[in-house]
Structure formats: structure tokens, C-alpha cells
């Protein structure tokens, strides 16, 4: 026992990055284990590891956490990633999950029939273009501060940063017409967590590919 | 201006109707402005007031709260709604999601197309009475207490109470299954503030009918 946490999820992207993401950015290693065959996640059903049956999970703090999103409050909330009061959490709160709902698109892109991929990835152009970065080019604009919130780094920022790379490995012109979002890019690549979490050998995952997609057929097929 | 919360949603229950039952359990009184026709809907979003477009939109202390997660925590950590510690949060947080999704499946069985409602419904009732509703009997046995976490009222047991009656609605049967759950949702049906929001006359919103998917299909769509 390492005292770490844990993460189980495939070997990919999927819902568990944003939590690597965030656990990077908070400065905090965490060790993995990979759902390879349908055996091993029928084996952590039987176990009872998994409350709803699913993942991610993440063993932390001795407790067997489920569901992304109450996984990803605890951790901003014991990194101090959530704001100094309750007003600077809900718009932390308000941000992260307009993100997520683009994020959510991107994430059910490579499970879209061929003949559907152009008019997903469009949608995800215009989502993201017209209904997304609008916003937090303007929120920069405004107050002129180097991170969302608070004057202060928080889960907003490491979630955009996050949705910006993503979007532009599908759309690599996509922040053409957000000066704000371009300068935020390369201050959030600065932040020394997130540096290392963006290079080689780090816990970040690549692109999901065929052969992810097959896994997680394969996986949690009924 | 009452200083009351303002919320802004159709008339239905949708995604605003947890909501309604935050704030009716906390005893928040709160005004609504329904969304009739998508005039309403295009002028809320001309107006700014929508930050990605979208409803549901509550008006409290001053913002324009949208997206229902950050609407609901900002509700339940203002009411003691939340437990009284990170762990008790995480708790809360990780059923709250789980119903949360059980209530995504009620949410999209509306607009199902006719053909492919039956096979809908029984997915839907398969995982209430095998994912969700087994994980809320267990906690509550385990425990012998009287509310999910913390030995008082959170957000978990009103959104549970709200779960639980919605398939009531619908298969009242699988209740059967589940007797600390009949009488949690018996105990917590008397607590005043939430006892008044099951009174008739109450802004607790019935199921929604043909006619109220027409009009979301008009207004969103």
C-alpha cells in the first residue's frame, strides 16, 4: 500500500482523464490499474468495489470513490482547487460543467458510426466556437486575470485547459479567433504540474484510437 | 423584486424539477417564470442571461445560475444540505450522481419515439430495481439510521424521496423489493417542509403529459 491513490479504468482517456488531469495539476501522484478483459471488471463487480457498478473508480483516503464528478469535487476540494468561499464555487462549478458537456461530445466522438463522424465533429466545432470558448474568452477579457476565478488557479482552469487541447487535436485551428483563451494556453502550460504532466512518460493518456475503442466494446460488453 | 429565488424553466418537471425539491425541503420559497414558446427561450439568450444558452436558469442572491449540478450545490451548501465535512460531501456527491443518472434515463424516456419506448421503459425500471435502488437499501440497512448520510437530512434523501416516487408512478410493484426504502420514503414524506411540497397547490410539477413534450419539442428544438 502505497498510500497513493489508485485509479481503475482501460488504459485511455475516457471519464477518467479529467481526473489525472486534475490529480496532475494538484500536484499528486497516483498509480494505476488497467481494465484489460471483461473478467476483470465482472471479478470488481462481484468484489463490490464498484457502488453503481462502474467506472472510474478511485481508491483514496480509504475510501472506494465512484462517479467522475463527486471524485473530482473531493479532490478540488481537499487541493483547494474549489474556490476560497461558496459564490467562487458556484462559478467554478457553472464553468466546469458547461465544459463538460463539450467535454462529453468529444468523449462519445470515436463510438459515433463512420457515417455520422463529420457531422459529430461539426457539432463539436460549433459547440465549441459559438457556445463554449465565447464564454471564457469573455470572463478573461473581463477581468483581465491569468486564471478563471478568484485571481487564483483552481478545477476551471485545469478543466479548460483540458477541453482546449482536446478540441484543438481534432480542430487544431480552433482557437483562432480567442486571443484571451491562446494566452491562457500558454500560462497553463507554464503552471510546473501542468508542464509535467504535459510531457513524455507522464500519467496523461493519448487520443483514444481503434484499438481503445475495440477494449471498451470488449470490456463492458453485456 | 422579492428577494425570493427566480426560477426559469418550462412548465414541467425536466431538470429544474430537483431542483423545486431543494428548495422546497430547505423551505426556500421561490417565484417561477415558465417558458411557453421559444420567443421566451431566444429572449432570455439575446438578454445574456443564459450563460451557455441553455436552461435551467435560477436568479438568487444577485447571479444567474445555470447548469443543475452547479444550481444544486450552490442550494444544498447554503441550506446544510451537504453533509458537515468533505467525507460526508463525497458520500452525498457519489449517490446523488448515481441518481442523477437514473434520472437522465426518466428524462429521455419522454421523447423516446413510440416504437422504441417499451424496450426503453424496461431498461429503465431494470436499472432502478437492480443498479440504484439495491445501493440506497443496503446504506440504509447498514446503518439503521434514519437519513443516508450523517445521521440528518442532505440532498441525497430529497433527491431519493423524489426518485422514489417518480417510478412509484410507474411500477409501484418494485417497492416490494425494498422495505427500508418504503419507509424511508414514508418518514421522509412527513417532514413538514416537504410534506407541504407533496399538498396539492404545491410548485411541485405532475408528470409530464403529451402536451408539455410538444411544447419542449417547439421551444427547444
Same mark, same amino acid.
Given at each position: 500500500?502505497?498510500?497513493?491513490?489508485?485509479?481503475?479504468? @482501460?488504459?485511455?482517456?475516457?471519464?477518467?482523464?479529467?481526473?489525472?488531469?486534475?490529480?496532475?495539476?494538484?500536484?499528486?501522484?497516483?498509480?494505476?490499474?488497467?481494465?484489460?478483459?471483461?473478467?476483470?471488471?465482472?471479478?470488481?463487480?462481484?468484489?463490490?468495489?464498484?457502488?453503481?457498478?462502474?467506472?472510474?473508480?478511485?481508491?483514496?483516503?480509504?475510501?472506494?470513490?465512484?462517479?467522475?464528478?463527486?471524485?473530482?469535487?473531493?479532490?478540488?476540494?481537499?487541493?483547494?482547487?474549489?474556490?476560497?468561499?461558496?459564490?467562487?464555487?458556484?462559478?467554478?462549478?457553472?464553468?466546469?460543467?458547461?465544459?463538460?458537456?463539450?467535454?462529453?461530445?468529444?468523449?462519445?466522438?470515436?463510438?459515433?458510426?463512420?457515417?455520422?463522424?463529420?457531422?459529430?465533429?461539426?457539432?463539436?466545432?460549433?459547440?465549441?466556437?459559438?457556445?463554449?470558448?465565447?464564454?471564457?474568452?469573455?470572463?478573461?477579457?473581463?477581468?483581465?486575470?491569468?486564471?478563471?476565478?478568484?485571481?487564483?488557479?483552481?478545477?476551471?482552469?485545469?478543466? @479548460?485547459?483540458?477541453?482546449?487541447?482536446?478540441?484543438?487535436? *481534432?480542430?487544431?485551428?480552433?482557437?483562432?479567433?480567442?486571443?484571451? @483563451?491562446?494566452?491562457?494556453?500558454?500560462?497553463?502550460?507554464?503552471?510546473?504540474?501542468? *508542464?509535467?504532466?504535459?510531457?513524455?512518460?507522464?500519467?496523461? *493518456?493519448?487520443?483514444?484510437?481503434?484499438?481503445?475503442?475495440?477494449?471498451?466494446?470488449?470490456?463492458?460488453?453485456? | 423584486?422579492?428577494?425570493?429565488?427566480?426560477?426559469?424553466?418550462?412548465?414541467?418537471?425536466?431538470?429544474?424539477?430537483?431542483?423545486?425539491?431543494?428548495?422546497?425541503?430547505?423551505?426556500?420559497?421561490?417565484?417561477?417564470?415558465?417558458?411557453?414558446?421559444?420567443?421566451?427561450?431566444?429572449?432570455?439568450?439575446?438578454?445574456?442571461?443564459?450563460?451557455?444558452?441553455?436552461?435551467?436558469?435560477?436568479?438568487?442572491?444577485?447571479?444567474?445560475?445555470?447548469?443543475?449540478?452547479?444550481?444544486?450545490?450552490?442550494?444544498?451548501?447554503?441550506?446544510?444540505?451537504?453533509?458537515?465535512?468533505?467525507?460526508?460531501?463525497?458520500?452525498?456527491?457519489?449517490?446523488?450522481?448515481?441518481?442523477?443518472?437514473?434520472?437522465?434515463?426518466?428524462?429521455?424516456?419522454?421523447?423516446?419515439?413510440?416504437?422504441?419506448?417499451?424496450?426503453?421503459?424496461?431498461?429503465?425500471?431494470?436499472?432502478?430495481?437492480?443498479?440504484?435502488?439495491?445501493?440506497?437499501?443496503?446504506?440504509?440497512?447498514?446503518?439503521?439510521?434514519?437519513?443516508?448520510?450523517?445521521?440528518?437530512?442532505?440532498?441525497?434523501?430529497?433527491?431519493?424521496?423524489?426518485?422514489?416516487?417518480?417510478?412509484?408512478?410507474?411500477?409501484?410493484?418494485?417497492?416490494?423489493?425494498?422495505?427500508?426504502?418504503?419507509?424511508?420514503?414514508?418518514?421522509?414524506?412527513?417532514?413538514?417542509?416537504?410534506?407541504?411540497?407533496?399538498?396539492?397547490?404545491?410548485?411541485?410539477?405532475?408528470?409530464?403529459?403529451?402536451?408539455?413534450?410538444?411544447?419542449?419539442?417547439?421551444?427547444?428544438?
Amino acid at each position: 500500500m502505497s498510500g497513493k491513490p489508485r485509479l481503475t479504468y @482501460l488504459n485511455g482517456r475516457g471519464r477518467m482523464e479529467s481526473i489525472r488531469w486534475l490529480l496532475a495539476a494538484a500536484g499528486v501522484e497516483f498509480d494505476e490499474v488497467y481494465l484489460e478483459t471483461k473478467e476483470q471488471y465482472d471479478k470488481l463487480i462481484k468484489d463490490g468495489f464498484l457502488l453503481f457498478q462502474q467506472v472510474p473508480l478511485v481508491e483514496i483516503d480509504g475510501m472506494k470513490m465512484v462517479q467522475t464528478r463527486a471524485i473530482m469535487s473531493y479532490i478540488a476540494g481537499k487541493y483547494n482547487l474549489h474556490g476560497k468561499d461558496l459564490k467562487e464555487r458556484a462559478l467554478i462549478d457553472m464553468y466546469v460543467e458547461g465544459i463538460s458537456d463539450l467535454m462529453q461530445m468529444i468523449l462519445m466522438f470515436p463510438f459515433s458510426p463512420p457515417d455520422a463522424k463529420e457531422k459529430n465533429l461539426e457539432s463539436i466545432k460549433e459547440r465549441a466556437t459559438n457556445r463554449y470558448f465565447p464564454v471564457f474568452e469573455k470572463v478573461l477579457k473581463q477581468h483581465g486575470q491569468d486564471f478563471l476565478v478568484g485571481n487564483k488557479f483552481s478545477w476551471a482552469d485545469v478543466q @479548460l485547459m483540458e477541453a482546449i487541447l482536446a478540441v484543438e487535436e *481534432k480542430l487544431p485551428t480552433v482557437l483562432s479567433g480567442f486571443p484571451q @483563451l491562446q494566452v491562457f494556453k500558454t500560462k497553463m502550460s507554464n503552471v510546473p504540474t501542468i *508542464k509535467k504532466f504535459l510531457q513524455p512518460g507522464s500519467p496523461r *493518456k493519448p487520443p483514444p484510437d481503434a484499438h481503445y475503442v475495440e477494449t471498451v466494446l470488449k470490456v463492458f460488453k453485456k | 423584486m422579492s428577494g425570493k429565488p427566480r426560477l426559469h424553466y418550462f412548465n414541467g418537471r425536466g431538470r429544474m424539477e430537483p431542483i423545486r425539491w431543494l428548495l422546497a425541503a430547505a423551505g426556500v420559497e421561490f417565484e417561477e417564470s415558465f417558458l411557453e414558446k421559444k420567443e421566451d427561450l431566444t429572449k432570455l439568450q439575446k438578454d445574456g442571461s443564459l450563460l451557455f444558452q441553455q436552461v435551467p436558469m435560477v436568479e438568487i442572491d444577485g447571479m444567474k445560475l445555470v447548469q443543475t449540478r452547479a444550481i444544486a450545490n450552490y442550494i444544498s451548501t447554503k441550506y446544510n444540505l451537504y453533509g458537515k465535512d468533505l467525507k460526508e460531501r463525497v458520500l452525498i456527491d457519489m449517490y446523488v450522481e448515481g441518481m442523477f443518472d437514473l434520472n437522465e434515463l426518466f428524462l429521455m424516456y419522454i421523447v423516446q419515439p413510440a416504437d422504441k419506448k417499451e424496450e426503453y421503459f424496461a431498461n429503465m425500471m431494470n436499472k432502478a430495481e437492480n443498479r440504484y435502488f439495491p445501493v440506497f437499501e443496503k446504506v440504509l440497512k447498514d446503518h439503521g439510521k434514519d437519513f443516508l448520510v450523517g445521521n440528518q437530512l442532505s440532498r441525497a434523501d430529497v433527491q431519493l424521496l423524489e426518485i422514489i416516487l417518480m417510478v412509484e408512478e410507474w411500477k409501484p410493484e418494485i417497492f416490494a423489493k425494498f422495505p427500508l426504502l418504503q419507509s424511508f420514503r414514508a418518514r421522509l414524506s412527513n417532514i413538514p417542509a416537504i410534506k407541504k411540497f407533496l399538498q396539492p397547490g404545491s410548485q411541485r410539477k405532475p408528470p409530464s403529459d403529451d402536451d408539455v413534450v410538444d411544447k419542449v419539442m417547439k421551444i427547444f428544438y
